[in-house]
């Protein structure tokens, strides 16, 4: 089995949401971002781990230490425990690309890129 | 990952080169590129599905593009996104005596970590204190140290520089070329920040993925004609076949050969003078 995240936007609960190739934010923002996690072996089925300790975590990676950072997900309705949800705070902007899936199934952990993922929208876009 | 909190940089911009400050009323930065973006800049009215029912999907596209950016890495030699890089290079007397002429493999160097003597065995010698950096070329890989500095009368450097300007004394009596002598690490890529690039860059690897899907999109249209008739009635028809997207192609390849050449020049020098 290859878990795999696919990202969503527009979600209003787990029967109204839509698939997206990428997260769209802007920097400096708050960004409140949701994916399903589904088996890649399985043509994208959806995911609900049996666990009784489930801990999700999205990273998103930096080549400088200090922007590399790492969220923990939560489910946002218990009805559907493929659907994760995870808060960017406005102080920590992630860098356009891809980011990490960390999951950890009673302390077994299985690691996933979701290439890029994220699109982040500038707003000094003159020079870098 | 790295630490860049005791690096040396030139304090502009990468891009545009030497920029110490733009206005943002233009856009010369963008993210990196994603499907919706390469659709509507070089494949809008191109039908992504082909007849054997397969289609290109959104993750198609990222792999796509995933392959560009990689190819242009090939093509230009430089690294799109930062990269840390730690080389060796040689001592050479002639430059040595240009203020440590030294040219890095990869530009342009965003920020340099170390600049060091280190043996076969990975122990180091000496290293060159950061503060006698030259940093203003680092936009096409020239690192030079320059001591002249104010600062050689301050504590912090004139302790380290004691040892050092003797042992460099000596180099210069003592070898014509040493191989492998000098090791520098630095940090190379496009943009200060991760995740962005000059849309110059966006729009030659968002041409090489449209050159690379069309090509596929124009194999799947191999037919110049097809005729069919019956009972007296017929229809035909004929198009370029293969040849469909030809004249784009084309056109693509030729822009996309003109802009990798200005950026390979942007980020180096073609020729080098010595002064042997």
Redesign the interface.
């Known amino acids: 089995m290859r878990l795999w995240a696919q990202t969503l936007k527009n979600y209003m609960n787990i029967n109204c949401f839509e698939k997206t190739?990428?997260w769209?934010v802007r920097e400096n923002e708050e960004n409140l971002l949701y994916f399903q996690l589904v088996d890649a072996d399985k043509d994208n089925l959806r995911y609900i781990s049996k666990a009784t300790v489930l801990t999700v975590d999205v990273t998103f990676?930096?080549?400088?230490?200090?922007?590399?950072f790492t969220v923990t997900a939560s489910n946002p309705d218990v009805d559907d425990k493929s659907v994760f949800c995870i808060t960017i705070p406005d102080d920590a902007t992630?860098?356009?690309?891809n980011f990490t899936v960390s999951v950890t199934e009673d302390g077994k952990t299985r690691k996933f890129v979701v290439?890029?993922g994220i699109?982040?929208?500038?707003?000094?876009?003159?020079?870098? | 990952m790295a630490d860049f909190s005791d690096s040396k940089d030139y304090g502009t911009a990468i891009y545009p080169v030497h920029a110490k400050e733009a206005s943002d009323l233009f856009s010369r930065i963008e993210p990196i590129l994603v499907p919706k973006k390469l659709i509507s800049r070089y494949l809008k009215g191109i039908n992504l599905n082909f007849k054997d029912g397969s289609t290109l999907d959104s993750e198609d596209l990222k792999d796509r593009i995933n392959m560009a950016m990689n190819e242009f890495e090939e093509l230009t030699g430089i690294l799109v996104s930062p990269t840390v890089i730690k080389q060796k290079v040689p001592y050479d007397r002639a430059l040595y005596r240009q203020y440590m002429h030294v040219k890095s493999e990869k530009a342009p160097i965003m920020s340099l970590f170390s600049f060091r003597i280190v043996s076969a065995g990975g122990d180091e010698i000496f290293e060159i204190p950061i503060e006698w950096i030259e940093a203003a070329g680092f936009s096409y890989g020239q690192i030079n140290v320059i001591p002249l500095l104010q600062s050689y009368t301050s504590m912090g450097v004139a302790a380290q520089g004691s040892g050092g300007i003797a042992l460099l004394s000596i180099l210069e009596n003592s070898f014509h070329f040493v191989p492998r002598f000098w090791e520098i690490e630095y940090t190379t890529g496009l943009c200060n920040k991760d995740g962005r690039l000059p849309s110059i860059v966006n729009q030659v690897v968002g041409m090489i993925a449209a050159i690379e899907i069309l090509s596929e999109k124009a194999a799947d249209d191999a037919d110049t004609s097809v005729s069919i008739s019956r009972d007296g009635v017929s229809q035909s028809r004929s198009g370029p076949g293969a040849a469909k997207y030809q004249a784009r192609i084309d056109k693509l390849e030729e822009k996309k050969d003109k802009l990798i050449e200005k950026l390979k020049g942007r980020f180096s020098r073609k020729y080098f003078v010595g002064n042997f």
Request: hydrophobic share 25%.
């Open positions: 190739s990428e769209t990676p930096s080549i400088d230490d200090d922007s590399e992630p860098a356009s690309g290439l890029a699109s982040v929208e500038l707003l000094n876009p003159g020079s870098c």
